[in-house]
């Protein structure tokens, strides 16, 4: 089973940049369309941002032009930069392909202070 590791999390102020990475324990990336979720507290998990494996990537509308996905499929390694932080993106961050047909990792917690 694959194992998908984020990391990359903290705490940030208003305006911030923050950096995600995911590391996958095979190469999955190059066959499969790999995205990023978020899952605020008390809210449910969603798809923020996902790139094809071809290179193609959607942002939802909260995070358009503020967040850049990229990965790198040598490394097994899944970016997300995040840029122009605000109190709202406040999460713990996931990746997983899209649709999500991995087992979860643990997630890492983004935080963004006002």
């Known amino acids: 089973q694959v194992q998908l590791v984020e990391s990359g999390g903290g705490l940030v102020q208003d305006g911030g940049s923050l950096r995600l990475s995911c590391t996958a324990s095979?190469?999955?990336?190059?066959?499969?369309?790999m995205a990023w979720y978020r899952q605020a507290p008390g809210k449910q998990r969603d798809l923020i941002a996902e790139i094809s494996s071809g290179g193609s990537t959607y942002y939802e509308d909260s995070v358009k032009g503020r967040f850049t996905i990229s990965k790198d499929n040598r490394k097994n390694t899944l970016y997300l930069q995040m840029t122009s932080l605000k109190p709202e993106d406040t999460a713990v961050y996931y990746c997983?392909?899209?649709?999500?047909?991995?087992?979860w990792g643990q997630g890492t917690q983004v935080t963004v202070s006002s």
């Open positions: 095979r190469n999955i990336f190059s066959i499969n369309t």
């Open positions: 997983n392909t899209s649709p999500s047909t991995r087992a």
